[in-house]
């Protein structure tokens, strides 16, 4: 995803505001430290070297590593990380996820499965050839309402109207895209479309087009071995929705997918990146057999919580080293850690 006009909010800062587990209470842009992101790139730097990095290695070539991309921006960097996959761990896809459920024996050892989030034609120029000259199998979760269309999500919509002088009654201050992000996730979701619906009115300029997967590529998608799966009708939180929202837009998704793939989906991701008791027994209901979380933490290689599968965040541009710290758990336990002091 390019930056969009009149910002530099990229596609993988908002999409990760979006797809993490909504938290107690939004905190305004302006409360953090402006060096975090580089002092985070600096930390993940070092701890490719810690004493601990051997150790979490090996743990980790007994777990599952799911790794959870958005939109691919660096085609050559996703090369390389792939290139990794293949030389020191095992790809593996969901099929053989689910085939070791049902058989009850784990997948190997350094078993990675790669999956990406709301999809965007990026995923299908720039990752599908990287993966099928390496025949890496992956998964995508899809948005159901935007395919076929040129409708931006929504999370890029609100930073572009609020740029662009959206107000909102519930979503108080100025036109910080971070901080209108952090608003409208945390409002239940009633309040999120009525809010968006008001950035919508009082924007001085609509947001640009953007041009979705069509039917035809998801069919396209599955025939090079990535696996299409359910993100919901429209990315909402969830935990923020009421039952009848949490299973129509679990049903109307997965209504949608099995009319133009021809067959039911059996996977879902979380769009929020949070378990939901609800969505879990809407699932079941529809015979999905995968259900994937984001919680940057790997898992066991045979999952006892089919519906509760671990992921691990990366994007195309993470480095090497901060990689290689992220497939160890290295990483994920460190930011565990240091939030669990904050």
């Known amino acids: 995803m390019p930056a969009t006009e009149g910002g530099t909010v990229s596609y993988v800062t908002t999409a990760a505001a979006v797809c993490a587990p909504p938290q107690p209470a939004a905190v305004p842009a302006a409360a953090a430290p402006a060096a975090a992101p580089e002092q985070s790139r600096d930390r993940s730097s070092w701890l490719r070297f810690s004493p601990a990095q051997p150790l979490f290695r090996a743990r980790a070539a007994q777990r599952l590593a799911v790794l959870a991309y958005h939109g691919i921006t660096d085609p050559r960097s996703f090369g390389a990380q792939l290139d990794r996959l293949r030389r020191l761990a095992t790809?593996?896809?969901?099929?053989?996820?689910?085939?070791?459920?049902?058989?009850?024996?784990?997948?190997?050892?350094?078993?990675?499965?790669?999956?990406?989030?709301?999809?965007?034609?990026?995923?299908?120029?720039?990752?599908?050839?990287?993966?099928?000259?390496?025949?890496?199998?992956?998964?995508?979760?899809?948005?159901?309402?935007?395919?076929?269309?040129?409708?931006?999500?929504?999370?890029?919509?609100?930073?572009?109207?609020?740029?662009?002088?959206?107000?909102?009654?519930?979503?108080?201050?100025?036109?910080?895209?971070?901080?209108?992000?952090?608003l409208l996730k945390a409002l239940p979701d009633p309040d999120r479309r009525r809010s968006l619906a008001e950035l919508r009115v009082s924007a001085s300029r609509r947001p640009p087009a953007q041009e979705q997967l069509r039917p035809e590529d998801l069919r396209a998608l599955r025939a090079a071995d990535v696996t299409v799966g359910n993100h919901t009708l429209g990315h909402p939180s969830l935990r923020r929705c009421d039952e009848a929202?949490?299973?129509?837009?679990?049903?109307?998704?997965?209504?949608?997918?099995?009319?133009?793939?021809?067959?039911?989906?059996?996977a879902f991701a979380y769009p929020d990146g949070g378990f939901d008791e609800r969505a879990d027994a809407v699932l079941r209901q529809l015979g999905y057999r995968l259900g994937f979380l984001s919680d940057h933490r790997l898992g066991p290689r045979l999952p006892a919580h089919p519906l509760r599968i671990s992921r691990l965040q990366v994007d195309s541009t993470t480095s090497t080293r901060r990689f290689d710290t992220i497939l160890s758990g290295l990483e994920p336990a460190v930011q565990r850690l240091l939030g669990a002091q904050a």
């Open 91 to 182: 790809p593996v896809s969901v099929q053989d996820v689910e085939r070791s459920l049902a058989e009850g024996r784990p997948l190997p050892p350094r078993s990675v499965l790669v999956t990406f989030d709301d999809p965007d034609r990026t995923v299908l120029r720039h990752a599908l050839p990287e993966l099928v000259a390496r025949r890496i199998p992956a998964a995508a979760f899809v948005i159901a309402e935007v395919v076929g269309t040129e409708q931006p999500f929504w999370w890029h919509e609100a930073a572009f109207l609020a740029r662009h002088g959206g107000r909102a009654r519930l979503l108080p201050g100025g036109g910080d895209p971070a901080q209108v992000l952090a």
């Open 245 to 266: 929202t949490v299973q129509s837009e679990i049903v109307g998704a997965h209504l949608a997918l099995t009319r133009w793939l021809g067959e039911a989906p059996s």
